[in-house]
């Protein structure tokens, strides 16, 4: 079974989405940390349960070899909540369910943290990259680092002109009432319940 793990807001540059995130959400972001094999680098806010993070390309660090993930070298504009991630106890078995377009399975790392995750070689996902990004944690979760925030998720709203073939996928893997498919435009959309009322990105 999958469940929800964290949301992802893209950005042209770190400091961008930083404080795009944080005029909406009236709370500073943790400190995360670098993804070497990605060339990427990012912030983090707790969502109880999950985590909420904010991910741009590193100008500091080399380029890798083959795509980044979310589709990241196609991203630009102002900073959005573009990504989803799903947790798994059992990656292989699960990626074998929902197909290759999903990606492979890679061995990855950041200080503490290990965690495989399936990246496909072009970086985007299926259902033009707003399909969950799948992984498996080798550790505790990060979001189980990072202090309260006292923020929590009440629910995720995935559009697409295909939702109902997403969620007709995703059903026997996944079951949150907070994750609700609607068919329309691609996008995404979460509302968030927090110390001084709701927030929507």
Same mark, same amino acid.
């Given at each position: ?76 504009? =102002?900073? /959005?909540?573009?990504?989803?991630? %799903?947790?798994?106890?059992? +990656?292989?078995? &699960? ?5 290759? #377009? ?58 697409? =002109?295909? /939702?109902?073939?997403?969620?007709? %996928?995703?059903?026997?893997? +996944?079951?949150? &009432? ?5 068919? #329309? ?17």
């Amino acid at each position: 079974m999958l469940h929800l793990d964290h949301l992802v807001i893209k950005a042209e540059t770190l400091a961008e989405g930083t404080e795009w995130a944080e005029a909406r959400l009236g709370v500073p972001l943790e400190p995360g940390g670098e993804h070497q094999r990605f060339g990427t680098h990012n912030r983090l806010l707790r969502l109880e349960e999950l985590y909420l993070e904010v991910i741009a390309i590193d100008p500091n660090v080399p380029g890798p070899e083959g795509a980044r993930w979310y589709g990241l070298d196609a991203f630009e504009g =102002p900073p /959005a909540l573009g990504q989803w991630a %799903l947790a798994s106890n059992d +990656l292989e078995a &699960d990626i074998k369910h929902l197909g290759a #377009g999903f990606g492979a399975p890679l061995a990855l790392a950041r200080g503490d943290l290990r965690w495989s995750m399936a990246v496909p070689e072009t970086g985007m996902l299926p259902f033009d990259n707003l399909a969950p990004a799948v992984m498996q944690w080798h550790c505790e979760p990060a979001q189980f680092g990072l202090p309260a925030s006292q923020f929590t998720l009440k629910s995720l709203i995935v559009s697409h =002109p295909k /939702a109902v073939e997403m969620q007709t %996928l995703l059903a026997p893997l +996944l079951s949150d &009432d907070r994750v609700q498919f609607v068919q #329309g435009s691609a996008g995404l959309n979460v509302e968030l319940e927090g110390p001084n009322g709701p927030v929507t990105l």
